[in-house]
């Protein structure tokens, strides 16, 4: 069974960046569709941004021009930049890999946005 671990969130202030980073191990990284999403409390969880297998890429809109996602599959990493973070961003973001019937979570990483 395949692991997911996520790493590089933190709390930063309006405005600023973060990049977080999500490991794979034991599965076939390459084609797996890769999603961060997200949690903030109260709310639903959300899909925040996708990389598919071959590189294709979706954004939420509340998100796009400020985020990037990206893949390394010599890593077997999904990175997710995030740039001119608002508060609105703070939540739990969560690593996702996705291959037909086969979804794998990872444990997540906290991020706050505040001054």
């Known amino acids: 069974q395949g692991q997911l671990v996520e790493s590089g969130g933190g709390l930063v202030q309006p405005g600023g960046s973060l990049r977080l980073s999500c490991a794979a191990s034991g599965i076939l990284f390459r084609i797996y569709d890769m999603g961060w999403y997200r949690q903030a409390p109260g709310k639903q969880r959300e899909l925040v941004a996708r990389i598919a297998g071959g590189g294709t890429t979706n954004y939420a809109d509340s998100v796009k021009g400020r985020f990037t996602i990206s893949r390394d599959n010599a890593k077997n990493t999904v990175y997710l930049q995030m740039n001119s973070l608002k508060p609105e961003d703070t939540a739990h973001y969560y690593c996702?890999?996705?291959?037909?019937?086969?979804?794998?979570w990872g444990q997540g990483t906290q991020v706050t946005v505040s001054s």
């Open positions: 996702n890999a996705h291959f037909r019937t086969v979804d794998i």
